[in-house]
């Protein structure tokens, strides 16, 4: 065992030590104290050398919340992030983790995780570890040269590239509205309808407000988003509202009457019920709100999936179909009546989206040889090679 003397704390203004233990002779300890001293005089001295992964990431947590100013979303998304690095990890000293083991850590993730979630794994590791380089805990970043490896795309894998997501054709997508207004429970028609005619997000429908309904000079309607619902618990009384992740995301698009005549029918419905239950009712203006025991507050996400998925068996549709495959179905039909995809993401709230450029470069496929067919029976009625 050592100890030596390491500076002012400049916070307190008094001496500062650290102790060593652990060496197995007495030369092995003063070798590691000559190099500390060494190192101190250098002026490399690591701010809490002891600090394992476990601890410091949780100081990370903090600091990038501060720093970035970054939503609870990512931040949750963040420590399920961390949560799997931590069986590597865990206890060992932030200066102790090696390149190896960090390149190995991510090798053994690699066969468990598809190759987005990996790399989302990586990032967080690469900021974990550079925030401690940044404030000394560690010399050397050993995620400075890690890489995710590349394995070989299977024959699924492949396949899956060129799989589309689900959505409905516009036969389906009837039969669907038509079954939520006969046999919907309450709401279930004008939610659904908002969210295939306007394309909006599930997260972007539940916070809308009486005030994102605006009227135009000439009596038609427009409707503003800029909020997303956050509720991770489903429990009613815990949302939050936050800020669309893009600046893309906070828009304003036109409705049609439909849109309209089922925001305004909410609205007036809401009014009444108000009325009834007084001050048990959260007055903040939202629409699409729950009637039950907590009146007034935003209805949340995982209602409108469970309703959803009992509209879709009642009408004998894909049960798999989710909420946000509206979204897909909305940008189907929009390429189908020939609005370009440039109107289409910007009417979604992307600036770039693979997935919506696949299901408009399919629907727009199919479009183009309706054109070509179209030309070739016009030209057959008055070409005549014989």
Same mark, same amino acid.
């Given at each position: 065992?050592?100890?030596?003397?390491?500076?002012?704390?400049?916070?307190?203004?008094?001496?500062?030590?650290?102790?060593?233990?652990?060496?197995?002779?007495?030369?092995?300890?003063?070798?590691?104290?000559?190099?500390?001293?060494?190192?101190?005089?250098?002026?490399?001295?690591?701010?809490?050398?002891?600090?394992?992964?476990?601890?410091?990431?949780?100081?990370?947590?903090?600091?990038?919340?501060? #720093?970035?100013? @970054?939503?609870?979303?990512?931040?949750? !998304? &963040?420590?399920? =992030?961390?949560?799997? /690095?931590?069986?590597?990890?865990?206890?060992?000293?932030?200066?102790?983790?090696?390149?190896?083991?960090?390149?190995?850590?991510?090798?053994?993730?690699?066969?468990?995780?598809?190759?987005?979630?990996?790399?989302?794994?990586?990032?967080?590791?690469?900021?974990?570890?550079?925030?401690?380089?940044?404030?000394?805990?560690?010399?050397?970043?050993?995620?400075?040269?890690?890489?995710?490896?590349?394995?070989?795309?299977?024959?699924?894998?492949?396949?899956?590239?060129?799989?589309?997501?689900?959505?409905?054709?516009?036969?389906?997508?009837?039969?669907?509205?038509?079954?939520?207004?006969?046999?919907?429970?309450?709401?279930?028609? #004008?939610?659904? @309808?908002?969210?295939?005619?306007?394309? !909006? &997000?599930?997260? =972007?429908?539940?916070? /809308?407000?009486?005030?994102?309904?605006?009227?135009?000079?000439?009596?038609?309607?427009?409707?503003?988003?800029?909020?997303?619902?956050?509720?991770?618990?489903?429990?009613?009384?815990?949302?939050?509202?936050?800020?669309?992740?893009?600046?893309?995301?906070?828009?304003?698009?036109?409705?049609?009457?439909?849109?309209?005549?089922?925001?305004?029918?909410?609205?007036?419905?809401?009014?009444?019920?108000?009325?009834?239950?007084?001050k048990e009712y959260l007055d903040e203006g939202f629409i699409f709100v729950n009637n039950g025991t907590n009146p007034g507050y935003p209805i949340y996400v995982k209602i409108i999936q469970q309703r959803m998925k009992r509209i879709l068996k009642l009408a004998n549709l894909n049960e798999s179909l989710t909420p946000h495959s509206l979204r897909h179905t909305h940008t189907s039909l929009l390429s189908e009546a020939g609005v370009s995809l440039e109107r289409i993401m910007e009417r979604l709230g992307h600036s770039d989206d693979d997935i919506t450029k696949k299901v408009y470069l399919h629907t727009t496929e199919a479009v183009r040889k309706r054109d070509a067919e179209?030309?070739?029976?016009?030209?057959?009625?008055?070409?005549?090679?014989?």
């Amino acid at each position: 065992m050592f100890k030596i003397y390491t500076g002012i704390d400049p916070a307190t203004g008094k001496r500062k030590h650290t102790t060593r233990r652990g060496f197995k002779t007495i030369g092995e300890a003063r070798t590691a104290a000559r190099h500390m001293e060494n190192e101190i005089e250098a002026g490399n001295s690591l701010k809490d050398i002891h600090i394992t992964f476990k601890s410091f990431s949780e100081l990370w947590i903090n600091i990038y919340q501060e #720093e970035r100013g @970054v939503k609870p979303g990512t931040i949750r !998304i &963040r420590r399920h =992030e961390i949560n799997n /690095l931590l069986p590597f990890f865990k206890n060992i000293k932030m200066a102790d983790i090696t390149q190896e083991q960090y390149q190995t850590a991510l090798s053994k993730l690699n066969r468990q995780f598809a190759k987005n979630t990996l790399a989302g794994i990586h990032r967080t590791g690469r900021m974990i570890f550079r925030k401690a380089l940044e404030k000394e805990v560690i010399k050397k970043d050993p995620t400075e040269f890690a890489y995710i490896p590349k394995a070989a795309q299977t024959i699924e894998e492949l396949d899956s590239f060129y799989e589309l997501p689900k959505y409905m054709e516009k036969e389906d997508l009837a039969l669907f509205l038509k079954t939520a207004k006969e046999k919907g429970l309450d709401l279930d028609f #004008e939610i659904f @309808v908002t969210l295939a005619y306007t394309g !909006i &997000r599930i997260g =972007e429908l539940c916070p /809308l407000k009486e005030t994102d309904l605006i009227k135009n000079n000439d009596g038609s309607y427009l409707l503003s988003i800029t909020k997303t619902y956050y509720n991770p618990n489903n429990n009613i009384k815990s949302f939050k509202l936050v800020t669309p992740k893009t600046i893309s995301s906070r828009r304003i698009i036109d409705i049609d009457n439909l849109v309209v005549n089922c925001l305004q029918s909410v609205i007036e419905r809401n009014k009444e019920i108000k009325r009834i239950v007084g001050k048990e009712y959260l007055d903040e203006g939202f629409i699409f709100v729950n009637n039950g025991t907590n009146p007034g507050y935003p209805i949340y996400v995982k209602i409108i999936q469970q309703r959803m998925k009992r509209i879709l068996k009642l009408a004998n549709l894909n049960e798999s179909l989710t909420p946000h495959s509206l979204r897909h179905t909305h940008t189907s039909l929009l390429s189908e009546a020939g609005v370009s995809l440039e109107r289409i993401m910007e009417r979604l709230g992307h600036s770039d989206d693979d997935i919506t450029k696949k299901v408009y470069l399919h629907t727009t496929e199919a479009v183009r040889k309706r054109d070509a067919e179209k030309f070739s029976n016009l030209m057959n009625g008055v070409l005549d090679f014989d």
